[in-house]
């Protein structure tokens, strides 16, 4: 499990792959093409984000049209990520919890 965090917040770490993820959140699929003119980059450099988040499983291909590849999230991807968060953030509510009762029961 440790690897496969690693790999989608490694993936998750660049902004312009946050954004490719959250293109795709709107976006059924995407090309490099249709990124290469959101984003403003080359397509060199999509392909090499299409490839970091492809490798660590966030995205995946969905079908090609002529030459054109189109990509889309991978089901559950971020599934470990999110149950990962959540348990982090109940451990830190509950740390404030108990910090709040320390505080508040002193005179």
């Given amino acids: 499990m440790s690897g496969e965090l690693d790999a989608i917040f490694g993936a998750l770490a660049d902004p312009t792959r946050r ?12 090309s490099v093409p249709e990124l290469t003119g959101e984003l403003a980059i ?17 995205i995946q291909r969905a079908g090609q049209t002529g030459r054109e590849v189109h990509y889309q999230l991978a089901p559950k991807a971020l599934a470990p ?17 108990r910090l709040k009762r320390r505080v508040e029961s002193q005179p």
Avoid: C, Y
């Fill in 19 to 30: 954004r490719i993820v959250e293109t795709l959140t709107h976006a059924e699929t995407v």
């Fill in 81 to 97: 990520a999110t149950d990962w968060l959540a348990k982090a953030d109940r451990a830190w509510q509950g740390r404030l919890a």
């Fill in 42 to 58: 080359s397509r060199q450099a999509i392909a090499k984000h299409i490839n970091a988040l492809d490798q660590a499983g966030v």
